[in-house]
């Protein structure tokens, strides 16, 4: 999911319908924004589907008005599948002190026991989301203001949040204990801004101030922004996912360019696993910076041998496997002229199910490409990620069941190969690789290595 904030500028909702668009790529099936005015009070617009086709509209736009606002783009991972428009987010609570909106990104791993308890204790839930207990172990704590209720809420809370939070004064911004979901600090003439990633500040004009740290809590008002520290600390672990996949290249994560990052995936992944062949073609948009850095560091010419429709969005993160399946189709076109016998490299972020391989695979070679070879932009992913990345369970991920040969064999290509997980490390800046007694990121779908213990998942029979 994408968080987004702003305080501080008039109609603030519309910087951050802004935002959000900017943060479209990290959850498409819905959106919503919390704003207030001093003299209306609290509004709150909650639709499925893009940004763009929902918060633009003058007539809704117009109902949020006010120098406060907060938003949230959704992508499920945790809660009921498919659509609920009580699922979306931001949530409202009123409290005896006044209202509060939060919005989250990332999972929480004892949600469903907090919910179990709260339910047990009188509270009434709206939503199936995780999201919604922070809302109500706010209601039950005894804290005389709002942001001290949300420290003690969250200090209940496992797993990874960012989260952004309003009350009718306040923009409050927080990072859990290991960071392992991004947030950054903005500013915008008197106004400041907390979003997801720093390519949602630049759509504004916002000049990037910091990232929120890990265990960070920042409460914003017209005087300032305040920092506080709510947790024990401990060693952050930041997705390393994020610098793969999730984060849109144009931002700076770590003062880290996620673009070159993923371009020095790309020369790893050369160094590690050459192949002789005539081209080097990305798996658009995910794959593109890896075969930049690939064909880069061996020499290969780098071509568009897929090309991509604009108009689709992320095929992962539609819910349904039927339309999953269709929608690699619908999104992805081989370039013909291009490929007919052709050895081609093939370079992807990823591979969950293997279902995009698979197709792209039989689509290059009825082209008429003499050989595929692929190339993976990072380690087998083989376990399930339970902070706020969407893998389906662990028997439906083909790195589970599979050794890399038989994958290799079931995708049918001459040749597939994966980045290293020391490779990876390398390529986002860890020259030493993966330190296995102290790792510096999260990376529990490649290692099976759970930094945050999955206390739900387990409760349900999940195995380590
Ligand atoms: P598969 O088809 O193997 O199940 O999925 C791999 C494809 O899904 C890759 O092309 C990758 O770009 C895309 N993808 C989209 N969202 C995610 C996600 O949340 N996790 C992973 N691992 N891949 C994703
Ligand atoms: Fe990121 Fe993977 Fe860790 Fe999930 S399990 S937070 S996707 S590194
Ligand atoms: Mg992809």
Redesign the pocket.
Known sequence: CGVYGVIGLTDAANFVALGLHALQHRGQEAGGIVSHDPEIGFNSARRFGYVRDNFTKQSLMETLPGPLAIGHVRYSTAGKKGAAIRDVQPFFGEFSMGGAAIAHNGNITNADELRTELIGRGSIFQSSSDSECIIHLMARSMQKNIAERLEDALRRVEG?FSVVAMTRTKLIGVRDPLG??PLVLGQLGDGWVLSSETCALDIIGAKFVREIEPGEMVVITHEGVESRRPFRPQTP?F????HVY?SRPDSIIGGQSVYETRRQIGVELARENPVEADLVCPVPDSGTPAAIGYSQESGIPYAMGIVRNQYMGRTFIEPTEQIRNMGVRLKLNVNRALIQGKRVILVDDSVVRGTTSRKIKDMILDAGAAEVHFRIASPP?A???????D?PEREQLLAATMSEDEMREHLEVDSLKFISLDGLYRAVGEAKGRDPNRPA??????SGE??IEPRDMIAKGFEL
């Not at 997705?239 to 994020?242: A, G, P, S």
């Open positions: 990874a392992v979901r672990r997705c390393i996912f994020e999730f992913t376990w399930p990620c339970f902070y706020g990345v893998t990121y999260c990376d529990a779908c490649f759970y930094p």
